[in-house]
């Protein structure tokens, strides 16, 4: 291949990076950088020139998002969020911008790991002991009082500590205290100190998994193209755990369609990466898991079954699998301790280098990748800080670096290599080098000096890329996609001829603007109105992380156009269509094509949105199979409604009874109340709505709620409400006011309770409207006992108990079973019923 | 209150800096120009000014927007250009250039020279190193452009001086154009980088005006000097200039065997081939296979017909003169594991003889002489040849036949 006759001219330096970088979001814009005469310049009188971004062009998009194209149904494993391992109170946001750093939430895993795995943690010592603890209510007798000890108390101590978690004025129990200081050395199944190392270290695992997981570098989807550019052959994990591989024919129309039911393999890990190329007719596919390499063969031809050809094994997990694209069966693999193997299926794996060290300075991460170059022989091997190109024949002698993260190249300071790719279908020689913040070409032939750099102002770093070569005159197209944000990028480059009169080929460009393509979260919008909790399933689901790319090209008569497919971590396949677009150019040397989004063809819309349809029936009935799988119940009963609440309820009007058997049919099969896609005939509202006061709450709730009202009433209950807490409040004052001469004692036993409903309606976050008096009412209840706690009070009272005849230590105990007990108001309590079902209305939305 | 506003302030100038860059990723430059303008706003209210970046992100991005919005012109782009230019001492100069890059790439090149010249004059103190790099760089496009203009007052001079016709103003300014260039040039090339541009018209302003020990100084360096990157161009521009000026064989071989050790796989090594193979020497011609096997083990010669050639008739020449068979034994040793995978493939002898006859030609030669006679590449070819009744496939299955012994011994 020809290498290009002038270059772009650029400086040339070694060293570390110097430059600090500008602002990330603009960081590639308006820039030329270089100019470069864009022909045979000697021959012109008026000479031209070009920048490596040849600007001039453009390109309609539409409004039509990612569509649908194999969507498995049913239930997904949630991957871990920072909510889940973080602090409370510790926003993500907040850790991104760097005010302050993450706190991992230790107690928290560790109190969960001793409830999920008692047998675990405290197995024998448990058995032990069991017999020498007691947990009833009375006393212990005599005999018994020698040999075992009451745990009640403890437990009770243990309750209200939850209870009153997150509280700046928490009291240590002595108690507590002093079991544990007893117990600490000797009650763990696995010493404490051993398991919260573990816990520690799998903690941090976990966060930096969070904030940069490499795992999925390159992508775990392929497509396999037959010759006809109209069939063609779907690579990708399913099921569960990732772990099943799927070979699913395809066929391009309109809408991209599955064939036949898929070759399915079962594998012994979850699948991280499938790399595949194409040789001699044939689809060589590459697999990776942690621990696991296997490598497949498909015929060219439609329906033809693959072979799985040779599995290897790894001690430490593969951080890369790449597919020779020049010799059948061979592939490349790299492990977290610094290997690089050659792997070929007839002559094994042959190690070319292993080094823990990174090659250009010093860099914490084991990741590792390799891939193929012009010369078969030759393998380019990269890590964080650089690549460099090894010879197979004699890895130790022959090796030349071919970029480094360094002033060479012109890099930023921290700036590290996330994927490097073989261009070798565009040009044989071009490599693409991508960082988090820009994406090189590079040419073997001139190492370090990349021939075109772009700052791609990505949020999150590109793990995966794909390349679709351009052909006659075309542009060459690298689609760049991220995993957490979902973000994918289109850019196009190409190293012309300078016509036919012996002009050679021209230095590489950027082919006009990059363009960024709808993600998978885009559809979110496009998708009729959900439930409030189907909304935030569907959200969950759509905003999964991406774990691949692929594109596949399609030819559909005289237009051509580009299908990406993009997979996520739910294993969803979502896909978009590009159409090429023949641009007129605007200057004579300037001649390509443009891409862009589908027109708003009506078939395509119908088509798609009818899938999506099917899936959204599915994907909710999917979550009403498996009720104990789905994320922690949003509507729990315990804490809604009262069971006064509900026996109240019972014996009402025929048609109230008729709703709440609908509704508790739809809340059982996790179906919709009313369908999304026919217009919902509106129920005459006026017929049920009565004013609040004069029916319970829970009716009034519900009425409204089946006809959809809910904001509305939440509202107006709300503001009522208001009125009515607030008119309580006066009552209680006066009341208070009236006692305070002879309660002196007992105010200070009364606050456990207040401070459980002020706990509760200040963590739901509940939208509460101002108060009339905004400062006066917080204090008013911190200060003062509620109602209820009032009206128990002679019983409360420690004169009153001990006349009773209740020993001392047991008096507080008994205040406190009775102030839970009275947290189910008795008859007329109306500020603290509204107070309960106030708060519950965010959380049902929520 | 006050901070909690500051915050939602600041966090819808971020929200509308986002919507920028949607549009711009989008290519809905209109959409993105309101958004800018709303940006721009929202920077005239803010009176925190913490960084430098606002300042910066208007002029990339503004650039880009009025580069390609189809409303805008190159009067807008420039006086656009004149206020970012205002904005900072530290950018001056970078917007200076992209300015100038902007004109030159729209071929106004008048006004791209002015705006150079005035960089070039302008003065703030002490620079830092980025602004002396790039105060270099706008000497260096200047001197292009002086380059640009020589050229035109040259080709003036040669229309007109046909007619006999000679016109000293024009030739005056031809000459002081040279010097401009001259100078302005020679400056950035002695600094490590890649300036193929520069090197190439510097040169060809020296060779018109008989300097040619300058010029052949010149390429030296740019090729030899360890400092600058190892680029490929430079070797060729050294080697184009000494065949030019009819150096010897020599000198041309082993200019084109420092190339060769850098790029074995450039396109220059065919000539290099072909002229080792002329050579008297036997050493040379031993390094002429050498080359043309090397060049034959890179994926973007796989198909090259002419480097097939030249392989299948200098093996065909050492078969002949059964002199020399080990020559072919040591490069065919190193490959034999690879190469039949890699080129001489049952799937590739189809594909080769539907696309290229002559292809499968050269490469069944090869492959008969190498792996012998029972080769699926040459079986397949040889039979498709004598069913179309070609007669060089005829010749060649005797070939192979009569020289069965010499074959063996090189895959032996």
């Not at chain 1, 940069?212 to 994990?237: E, H, I, N």
């Not at chain 1, 001469?741 to 706990?759: C, D, I, K, N, V």
């Not at chain 2, 080792?276 to 390094?287: D, F, P, T, V, Y």
């Amino acid at each position: 291949m020809e290498f290009p006759a002038a270059l772009f001219p650029s400086y040339f330096a070694t060293g570390p990076p110097q430059e600090e970088g500008g602002p990330a979001l603009a960081a590639g814009w308006g820039e030329h950088d270089q100019v470069l005469e864009a022909g045979p310049g000697r021959r012109e009188v008026r000479p031209r020139l070009s920048p490596p971004r040849s600007g001039r062009r453009c390109s309609g998009t539409s409004a039509v998002p990612a569509s649908p194209c194999l969507l498995p149904t049913g239930y997904w494993v949630t991957s871990l969020e920072p909510e889940d391992i973080l602090y409370r109170g510790v926003l993500y946001k907040k850790l991104k911008t760097g005010k302050s750093t993450a706190t991992l939430d230790f107690t928290k895993q560790l109190s969960h790991f001793f409830v999920d795995h008692p047998e675990d943690a405290f197995g024998s010592m448990g058995q032990l002991l069991h017999q020498n603890f007691f947990l009833g209510n009375s006393q212990l007798r005599r005999r018994a009082r020698n040999s075992s000890i009451r745990m009640t108390a403890l437990m009770e101590e243990i309750d209200r500590l939850e209870a009153r978690h997150g509280c700046p004025q928490q009291h240590l129990v002595p108690r507590l205290r002093w079991f544990s200081h007893i117990c600490r050395d000797w009650l763990f199944e696995v010493p404490l100190r051993l398991l919260a190392e573990r816990l520690h270290e799998e903690l941090q695992l976990q966060w930096a998994s969070l904030l940069f997981d490499d795992s999925c570098t390159g992508g775990a989807l392929a497509w396999l193209p037959s010759k006809d550019l109209r069939t063609g052959c779907l690579v990708y994990p399913g099921r569960q755990a990732m772990n099943h591989l799927y070979f699913q024919d395809v066929v391009l129309k309109d809408l991209p369609r599955a064939q036949a039911s898929p070759a399915e393999f079962e594998l012994n890990g979850r699948i991280r990466q499938v790399a595949a190329a194409r040789l001699d007719g044939e689809d060589f596919v590459g697999v990776r898991s942690d621990y696991h390499c296997g490598v497949w063969r498909v015929p060219g031809r439609m329906g033809a079954a693959p072979t799985p050809l040779q599995v290897i094994q790894t001690d430490v997990p593969a951080s890369c699998l790449t597919v020779s694209p020049h010799l059948p069966g061979e592939l490349a693999v790299c492990t977290q301790s610094g290997a690089i193997y050659l792997w070929s299926v007839e002559m094994g794996l042959q190690r070319l280098r292993h080094d823990t060290k990174t090659m250009f300075f010093r860099d914490h991460s084991p990741w590792r990748w390799s891939d193929f170059t012009a010369h078969p022989r030759v393998l380019s091997c990269a890590d964080r800080t650089g690549l460099q190109c090894l010879d197979a024949r004699a890895p130790e002698k022959c090796h030349f670096d071919l970029f480094k993260v360094g002033q060479e190249a012109g890099c930023q300071q921290g700036e590290r290599v996330v994927l490097p790719m073989y261009l070798g279908t565009a040009h044989p020689s071009q490599h693409l080098v991508t960082t988090q913040f820009s994406v090189y070409v590079l040419d073997e032939r001139l190492p370090m000096v990349p021939v075109l750099k772009w700052a791609h102002m990505m949020k999150d770093p590109p793990l995966f890329s794909h390349l679709t070569p351009g052909g006659s005159g075309r542009s060459h197209k690298v689609l760049l996609g991220a995993s957490r944000t979902q973000e994918l990028i289109l850019l196009q480059y190409q190293g012309k001829r300078w016509g036919l009169r012996g002009g050679g080929l021209s230095a590489c460009q950027l082919a006009g603007p990059p363009q960024k393509l709808h993600n998978i979260m885009g559809c979110l919008q496009h998708l009729p109105t959900q439930l409030p909790h189907h909304h935030h399933l569907l959200q969950q689901r759509l905003g999964a992380p991406a774990a691949g790319l692929a594109t596949a090209l399609q030819e559909d008569g005289p237009r051509e156009s580009l299908l990406v497919f993009q997979l996520s971590e739910a294993r969803d396949i979502f896909y978009q269509r590009l159409i090429h677009e023949i641009v007129e150019p605007p200057a004579p040397i300037l001649m390509d094509e443009a891409v862009a989004a589908p027109g708003s063809s009506p078939l395509f819309e119908t088509t798609a949105a009818l899938r999506y349809r099917r899936w959204l029936k599915d994907f909710s009935k999917g979550h009403g199979e498996h009720p104990q799988h789905t994320r922690p119940s949003i509507f729990s009963q315990k804490r809604i409604f009262t069971r006064r609440e509900l026996d109240m309820s019972a014996g009402l009007s025929t048609l109230h009874q008729q709703a709440r058997q609908q509704l508790r049919q739809a809340m059982q099969e996790g179906g919709l109340i009313q369908r999304w896609d026919t217009p919902p005939p509106q129920p005459s509202l006026p017929e049920f709505l009565e004013p609040p006061g004069g029916r319970d709450t829970l009716s009034a709730r519900l009425t409204t709620a089946w006809s959809e009202g809910w904001c509305q009433w939440s509202e107006e209950k709300s503001s009522y409400s208001m009125a009515q807490r607030q008119k309580a409040l006066r009552e209680r004052r006066r009341r208070q006011k009236r006692a305070r001469g002879r309660r002196s004692l007992s105010a200070s036993f009364t606050s456990s309770h207040t401070y459980q409903s002020e706990l509760s309606e200040l963590s739901d976050g509940a939208p509460l409207p101002p108060p009339l008096s905004p400062a006066a009412l917080p204090r008013e209840t911190a200060n003062s006992p509620p109602p209820a706690a009032v009206l128990d009070e002679p019983l409360l009272s420690s004169q009153s108990l001990h006349c009773r005849g209740i020993p001392k230590e047991r008096r507080k105990t008994l205040r406190d079973y009775l102030s839970v007990c009275a947290e189910e108001p008795p008859e007329s309590p109306e500020p603290l019923g509204s107070q309960a079902s106030q708060a519950c209305i965010p959380l049902s939305q929520s | 209150s006050f901070p909690q506003r500051k915050l939602d302030f600041s966090k819808s100038k971020e929200a509308c800096l986002n919507y920028v860059q949607d549009a711009m990723l989008q290519k809905q430059w209109e959409r993105a120009a309101e958004f800018l303008a709303c940006y721009v706003e929202f920077l005239e209210k803010d009176f925190s000014r913490e960084s430098v970046g606002p300042a910066e992100i208007i002029w990339r991005m503004g650039a880009e927007i009025l580069c390609h919005h189809p409303q805008s012109s190159i009067r807008e782009f420039n006086s656009f250009m004149e206020q970012m230019k205002t904005l900072g001492f530290k950018r001056y100069l970078k917007v200076c250039l992209e300015h100038s890059f902007h004109l030159m790439c729209n071929g106004l090149m008048d006004e791209a020279y002015q705006n150079l010249s005035m960089a070039e004059s302008w003065r703030f103190g002490e620079h830092a190193t980025t602004q002396v790099k790039e105060k270099k760089l706008i000497q260096a496009y200047r001197g292009l452009l002086d380059y640009f203009n020589w050229c035109k007052q040259k080709n003036i001079l040669l229309e007109h001086g046909q007619d006999g016709f000679e016109d000293l103003s024009v030739e005056q300014e031809m000459h002081s154009c040279f010097r401009k260039a001259a100078v302005n040039l020679q400056e950035i090339i002695k600094i490590p980088g890649v300036w193929d541009l520069f090197v190439k018209c510097y040169v060809d302003l020296l060779e018109f005006y008989g300097d040619h020990n300058e010029a052949r100084q010149v390429l030296n360096e740019y090729a030899y000097n360890s400092k600058f990157p190892a680029n490929p161009n430079a070797h060729v521009y050294l080697y184009q200039f000494l065949k030019r000026h009819g150096e010897s064989k020599k000198t041309l071989i082993s200019a084109l065997k420092i190339l060769h050790d850098i790029v074995p796989s450039h396109e220059l090594m065919i000539d290099f081939n072909t002229m080792l193979q002329k050579s008297k020497k036997s050493k040379k011609r031993r390094l002429g296979l050498e080359v043309i096997f090397g060049v034959l083990d890179y994926a973007g010669w796989k198909e090259n017909v002419k480097a097939w050639s030249c392989l299948a008739r200098q093996i065909k020449q050492i078969i002949i003169s059964e002199k020399h068979l080990e020559w072919i034994k040591e490069e065919w040793n190193p490959r034999k594991d690879w190469w039949p995978a890699f080129h001489f493939s049952r799937y590739l002898a189809k594909r080769n003889w539907q696309e290229n006859e002559s292809l499968s030609y050269a490469k069944a030669t090869v492959a008969g002489i190498l792996l012998g006679k029972d080769c699926k590449y040459f079986k397949h070819v040889l039979h498709q040849g004598c069913k179309a009744q070609v007669k060089r496939f005829r010749m060649l299955k005797r070939f192979v036949n009569k020289h069965n012994h010499a074959c063996l011994r090189i895959s032996g």
